[in-house]
């Protein structure tokens, strides 16, 4: 008589879920979105190598983005390819542009690091120090850009100034706040913080050992803290390759302006509405700045774009700076849990689980 086996465990396909939710969040900003689905036809009447120009710097900024986290990495001898940084640094983007106040783009990079086998503690350290280069670039380009374009602002749209002035006092607070984290008494006292408000919460803090993980977080990221002063060489190259970085970014805009058939204004002056537009809703806490970025874009352009066309250049830009970003994330996100997947499963029993 045969033994009867204890039926198996079917395993929750948390994969495929992912794949299935990412899916299905793309899809729900096309379908919530009027000016999405408008946007195509749009483009078709504009000037296409204007609008292929814009693709490819947006591109190049990517790899801008993947190299300087691969910078940071190797810096702390985390050894990293240009591939994988430009991955990691994609989805660090993906997720910002679809959680509230961009809070989930760093997390989210932790945790595929820490599928890399990356400490989490000092993936986090990496990436907020990727944080603060790029946010002291920002702040640099947008206080020239202001003293650039302040009397103009001062007497054509006075409004937006105020505007410019909390989106410079929040940013440049962010780069105190994120700086200070490489101290060791801040450090402490966050994470004692951390310790605290698990203890509101006992059984659940038990279950995931919070103690202990936060322990072992400080002492990772304290690890990075150890080697900063030593290699703040690679901090100085990341502020620095930042600033390209950033004026990248905002130079999308400019051959936006020019696909629509303009050519009155210089770049450099359209790089810089940019930037303060960018440093005046940057802090909104909508996915993406949602909402803020297009009324944003009608104060501070509205002297632009003076064709009647304010709308569709609205459209337009944000499809170029957002929605393209958006779709290339969530490509990236899926394909990677497909590899990854697929690496996991061709593990030998037990050796792929987490």
Sequence with gaps: MNELRP???????????????????????????????????????????????????????????GGIIRLLMRSQNIPMSLGSSMKIGLIGIYY??????????????????????????????????????????FVLCSIFSLLFLHGKIARDNPSILPFIYLGMAINGGSILFFGSMFFRPVLGAICRFAKWLAGRFPKLAARLHAAETIDRFEADFDSYTDDFKEKKKSVIWGVLLSIPQFILQMSVLYFVFRAFGYSQTGYLEIVAIQSLLQLSVSFMPMPGASGAQEIGFSNFLRGYFVNND????????????????????????????????????ALPTGDGED
């Design 96 to 137: 910002s542009y679809i959680t509230p106040s961009s809070t989930g783009g760093q997390p989210m990079q932790a945790a595929y690091l820490r599928r890399d086998n990356v400490p989490v503690g000092l993936s986090t350290a990496v990436l907020i120090m990727k944080f603060f280069c790029f946010q002291c670039a």
């Design 310 to 345: 304010l709308y569709a250049a609205v459209m337009v830009w944000r499809f170029f700076t957002y929605y393209l970003v958006v779709i290339a994330g969530a490509l990236v996100v899926v394909a990677d849990q497909f590899i990854y997947g697929r690496k996991k499963s």
């Design 7 to 65: 039926a198996k465990r079917k395993k929750i396909p948390w994969g495929m879920l992912y794949i299935a939710a990412t899916i299905i969040a793309v899809i729900l900003f096309g379908v919530f979105n009027r000016e999405f689905g408008n946007v195509f036809y749009t483009i078709t009447h504009l000037t296409p190598g204007f609008l292929a120009a814009g693709v490819l710097i947006t591109v190049i900024y990517f790899f801008f983005e």
